[in-house]
């Protein structure tokens, strides 16, 4: 295991930083939306910003689920791209 996924972000957290000064920078960063594809990290900034206007429990959790299934999905997709990389340059040679 990642030892950054060993330290999720959690509702409580995510809450606590909402009372905070630049609370939607501090939330981005600590659900490293930059570890995701551009379209998601802007849809992942869109959920922060009404999660912290609304301050709702269950936009929190629905926050920390897509923003983990978006990290995912960058990740498996990075790995795909990288791998048929590696099998057309081997067909090339």
Do not use: W, Y
Request: aromatic fraction near 2%.
């Amino acid at each position: 295991m990642n030892p950054k996924e060993s330290s999720e972000i959690t509702v409580k957290t995510l809450l606590a930083l909402r009372q905070g000064s630049d609370a939607l920078r501090a939330i981005t960063e600590n659900l490293r939306v930059k570890e995701m594809g551009p379209a998601d990290h802007i849809r992942t900034k869109h959920e922060a910003k009404a999660f912290v206007e609304s301050g709702d429990l269950t936009a929190a959790e629905a926050l920390l689920k897509s923003a983990q299934a978006r990290r995912e999905l960058n990740q498996s997709q990075s790995i795909t791209e990288k791998m048929t990389q590696q099998n057309t340059q081997r067909m090339c040679q």
